[in-house]
């Protein structure tokens, strides 16, 4: 399985970013997907996920509101759509392939891959 992030760079408190994730040897319709997120000398947290082919999303409260993730099932991608950043958002983002719909817990995206890092200046 890859996962391959890209998309972060650095950004001021209420810019916009988009992130990518491209996934490839999995059969991608068939997992939940999900963005994951650690900042420096914390623990790694859930951010968003998105079910297989729906489209129902659920988020971290600290993003609700903010944060927009969406998938195309045919280009086998997964996007992030971050508005107004804040510079709490700073992190190292990972895209996440998990198993169960609604979950808020990184033990159930067990996998992910090369995160791409965001940084928020204030």
């Known amino acids: 399985v890859q996962l391959q992030a890209f998309g972060g760079g650095s950004v001021q408190t209420g810019g916009s970013l988009r992130l990518s994730c491209a996934a490839s040897?999995?059969?991608?319709?068939?997992?939940?997907m999900g963005w994951l997120r650690q900042a420096p000398g914390k623990e790694r947290e859930f951010v968003a996920g998105?079910?297989?082919?729906?489209?129902?999303?659920w988020y971290a409260d600290s993003v609700k509101g903010r944060f927009t993730i969406s998938r195309d099932n045919n280009k086998n991608t997964v996007d992030l759509q971050m508005n107004s950043l804040k510079p709490e958002d700073t992190a190292v983002y990972y895209c996440a392939a998990g198993i169960k719909y609604g979950s808020r817990s990184i033990s159930d995206f067990p996998s992910w891959g090369q995160g791409t890092q965001l940084t928020v200046s204030s």
């Open positions: 998105i079910t297989r082919t729906n489209g129902l999303t």
């Open positions: 040897g999995l059969s991608f319709r068939n997992y939940v």
